[in-house]
């Protein structure tokens, strides 16, 4: 079983009832579990199912449907990079490979020590500021591949906010 | 033609000491149309935004006050509104500067809306990514609930409707209205089949529901202001009111910038407004409204006759930025996101990037898009990749022709019309980019060159 922050168990019991139906309250109830476990393992699958009187498949199909919802850890800092079109006109890949360079980790991978999740997102509407980044919820922009080094330096030392 | 911005919906965006609280937004003369709104018969206020010819902001560019006009209210059932917020067209970000800088014009128009279709309930379905906004969007809402404005019995007229922020994961998909609705239910966002399921009919729990874009919510409340007559009276007619134009890619000064609909030419966009193309380039390719939109060439001429009959002559840097003209020139508006290419851009690597975005984003629901699309990312990944074939071109076209008109939702579309439209104008690129490997094959070199775009 696992083992909800009183605060997450406080907003499920707030929200559920707030929706016509409870299955509406599918999706919010995974990103809840999910920033309080940092993802969703089978057993977060199936407490969410439970409390909603579903099927742990009906969660499940969420869970591979969104991109966002994972069932892995990420590294401490989770760092994803757009690269839909008019950030990669802004030079959003040389932004990543800059990325890729500093944490010796490949793009879709987390680094060896376990510090960073580096990763391609699509279009975070943001494209006049492009290259966009987030790291965790925080969002950064305008970062060329220079910019990319000097927070990567940051992440390394534990200065940057890891944004959560 | 004026280059001056008409900032009906951005009016306070960016400006110093302007805040996203409660009391700024009041002490701005916030929630007044509100105040008047609920003194006004629900039907006339859906007659004022017939009026105005206000036209969705989402990408499609319907009509809302048709849209209301569908809805079915004799059903019995409960009504729904629904606020699509899931902002995720490549190339647009005007949503997400209502939601930070000014969430309480979306919350006033929302409720203006709300009571004009007698919804009790309604949802902003705001897109994962949204963190910050998310947050802003949930205590501009307390902030709202406090002064009466929302909540039960709303400035003591009886009538009560409650705002749920409702937030995505990260699926471009859930833009689409049914598949939004899908979402919000706790589904997968597998669009539905229209007819029967118009959200009007048949929405979200198959009750009646109405879905408008951030933006169109927005001019809601400028519709109770000056009337439905005083705001068709900016734009043209069938063009009425502002437009924010989100320019992104090679211009000097990317940004968003309000205009009234054909107060501005293309052309005037991408040099006056956004200070041109960095020294040196020229301009190669404009995609006008959004990555799903047709590109348009720059050494293209435009003729033909519009819905009026007025003949147009018209190169790229003349056409009118407005729903009617963009899409005599065989493309769109859209969602207002306008990505400027110079001529450095490669066209292989630039459709490559957009295959790439459509194929991650398929729902997989429809059998010629979800096998379609992925295969069309593979063979743009094949080209760039260095095994670059002529009849690639070729192959492209026929891919698309056969995925749009033949699924549920218009995702077929888009996913189509950049490549059948980057063929279309840059097929030679195409057959060059094969004929260029094929040569340097057989001078024993390697045949894929450095990429930038994908």
């Given amino acids: ?164 | 033609m004026s280059h001056q911005e008409t900032r009906l919906i951005f009016k306070h965006i960016d400006e110093e000491g302007y805040t996203n609280d409660i009391d700024c937004y009041v002490k701005n003369g916030g929630y007044d149309q509100l105040k008047k709104a609920v003194t006004m018969q629900p039907e006339d206020i859906c007659a004022e935004v017939l009026t105005s010819g206000v036209r969705g902001r989402g990408g499609a560019g319907f009509p809302a006050g048709m849209k209301w006009k569908f809805l079915d209210r004799k059903s019995g059932k409960p009504i729904y509104l629904i606020c699509n917020a899931d902002e995720s067209e490549p190339g647009t970000f005007k949503d997400r500067q209502i939601i930070h800088q000014d969430p309480h014009q979306l919350i006033e128009g929302m409720i203006c809306a709300a009571f004009a279709i007698q919804a009790k309930l309604a949802f902003i379905y705001v897109r994962g990514e949204f963190f910050e906004g998310y947050k802003i969007l949930e205590r501009a809402i307390e902030e709202a609930r406090e002064k009466n404005f929302l909540g039960d019995n709303i400035l003591g007229t009886g009538y009560s409707c409650d705002i749920i922020v409702h937030r995505g994961a990260g699926a471009y998909i859930c833009g689409e209205e049914t598949g939004l609705i899908e979402s919000l239910e706790g589904f997968r966002a597998n669009p539905r089949i229209k007819p029967p399921y118009f959200p009007a009919a048949l929405g979200a729990y198959q009750c009646p529901t109405i879905v408008n874009n951030v933006e169109t919510l927005c001019d809601v409340k400028h519709i109770i202001e000056m009337g439905g007559e005083g705001f068709a009276k900016i734009g043209t007619p069938g063009n009425t009111g502002t437009r924010i134009w989100c320019v992104s890619g090679h211009v000097q000064k990317p940004g968003y910038y309000e205009f009234a609909c054909a107060d501005i030419t293309l052309g005037q966009l991408i040099y006056d407004v956004c200070g041109g193309l960095k020294p040196g380039r020229k301009l190669k390719a404009v995609i006008p409204g959004g990555s799903s939109s047709k590109i348009l060439r720059a050494d293209e001429r435009f003729t033909g006759k519009l819905k009026d009959g007025t003949e147009y002559d018209w190169g790229i840097e003349d056409i009118p930025m407005d729903f009617d003209s963009l899409m005599a020139v065989g493309s769109m508006s859209g969602s207002g996101g306008v990505i400027v290419m110079d001529d450095t851009t490669d066209m292989v690597e630039a459709l490559a990037n957009i295959n790439y975005f459509y194929a991650h984003e398929s729902c997989g629901q429809c059998t010629p898009c979800r096998e379609g699309v992925p295969w069309m990312r593979k063979v743009t990944q094949r080209m760039v990749d260095g095994e670059a074939r002529e009849e690639d071109a070729d192959l492209l076209k026929s891919i698309a022709d056969q995925i749009a008109g033949r699924t549920i939702c218009a995702f077929g579309e888009a996913a189509s019309w950049p490549v059948q439209s980057f063929i279309a104008k840059f097929k030679d690129e195409f057959v060059e980019k094969a004929q260029e490997q094929a040569a340097r094959r057989k001078e024993g070199k390697e045949t894929a060159e450095a990429t930038t775009l994908i």
Wanted: aromatic share 6%.
């Fill in chain 1, 1 to 164: 079983m696992i083992i909800l922050k009183s605060e997450t168990i406080e907003k499920i019991d707030k929200l559920v009832p707030r929706y016509p139906t409870v299955r509406s309250a599918a999706l919010p109830l995974c990103h809840l579990v999910q920033e309080d476990q940092g993802y969703l393992s089978n057993e977060s699958i199936e407490w969410i199912a439970e409390r909603l009187e579903l099927q742990p498949i009906n969660i499940q199909e969420l869970v591979t449907f969104y991109p966002m919802l994972r069932t892995k850890p990420t590294g401490e800092y989770h760092v994803r990079v757009c690269r839909t079109l008019p950030c990669a006109l802004s030079g959003a890949y040389q932004t990543c490979r800059s990325f890729e360079k500093e944490f010796e980790c490949k793009v879709g991978h987390t680094s060896k020590d376990g510090k960073v999740t580096l990763e391609f997102v699509e279009c975070h509407a943001d494209c006049g500021k492009g290259p966009v980044v987030m790291v965790g919820e925080d969002e950064y922009t305008d970062i060329d591949p220079e910019k990319a080094a000097g927070m990567a330096a940051k992440i390394k030392s534990g200065e940057l906010s890891n944004g959560l």
